[in-house]
């Protein structure tokens, strides 16, 4: 079974760096083809994807957020970070991290976790 | 970049009715395209995949059509399961991922 859990700071204030973590189990980050991307989605808002990162360790962001970004992995632990640095109120959102099982050649999110809410403020 | 637009951003139907949703791209993108649904406080949840693919456990009154700028979802025969807020979603394989602005569907 395949699953995706985020944790992270509920609350974090303006221009401070916001570190989220992704545990998952079910599957590997190894294989070629598993990606694992960060989503959020602000309150009543449309989703935005944030980042993408590969079996290989390639990533890939959104365009623009992509100065304030960065995603690694640990594939030891199942674990996916995603930090975003200068935060601000625009950011409050719910954030997601989301399992892509071929994104070599398919743009499928086919497991998402429970989404954490972030709000920003001081 | 492609732009996508998602119409209606609302509308209200009733039970058993059917129901369209549309995404149109301002560039030709074959049928790189998904559709998933999302219930309030909830993960969103994939219905078709690749335009008109139907994701396994989905149920068949769930449709998908298009290629190239137009993409439709359909859902025939409405059911109270189905009161929700359904997305598309366009990908570049490892590069991009955009997603529609999303449609609420309302009870009538």
């Known amino acids: 079974q395949v699953t995706l859990r985020e944790s992270g700071p509920a609350l974090v204030k303006p221009t401070q760096t916001l570190t989220l973590t992704c545990t998952f189990s079910?599957?590997?980050?190894?294989?070629?083809?598993?990606?694992v991307a960060w989503i959020r989605q602000p309150p009543g808002k449309a989703l935005e994807w944030l980042a993408l990162i590969d079996w290989a360790g390639d990533r890939s962001y959104n365009t623009s957020l992509k100065t304030r970004l960065t995603i690694s992995k640990d594939t030891s632990k199942n674990q996916v970070v995603l930090t975003m640095t200068n935060m601000d109120p625009a950011d409050t959102a719910t954030y997601y991290c989301?399992?892509?099982?071929?994104?070599?050649?398919?743009?499928?999110?086919?497991?998402w976790g429970q989404g954490t809410l972030v709000t920003v403020s001081s | 970049d492609i732009q996508i637009t998602q119409s209606p951003s609302s509308l209200s139907a009733s039970v058993g009715d059917r129901v369209t949703i549309t995404c149109q791209t301002n560039q030709h993108i074959t049928n790189f395209l998904n559709w998933y649904q999302q219930k309030p406080g909830k993960a969103p949840k994939l219905l078709i995949y690749?335009?008109?693919n139907l994701e396994t456990g989905v149920p068949s009154r769930f449709s998908g059509s298009g290629f190239g700028t137009d993409f439709t979802l359909t859902i025939s025969g409405l059911q109270p399961d189905d009161f929700a807020t359904y997305y598309c979603?366009?990908?570049?394989?490892?590069?991009?991922?955009?997603f529609g602005q999303g449609t609420k569907v309302e009870i009538k």
């Open positions: 690749d335009a008109s």
């Open positions: 979603q366009h990908y570049e394989n490892l590069v991009l991922y955009t």
């Open positions: 989301a399992r892509l099982p071929r994104c070599d050649y398919s743009g499928v999110f086919d497991s």
């Open positions: 079910g599957f590997s980050l190894s294989p070629s083809g598993v990606c």
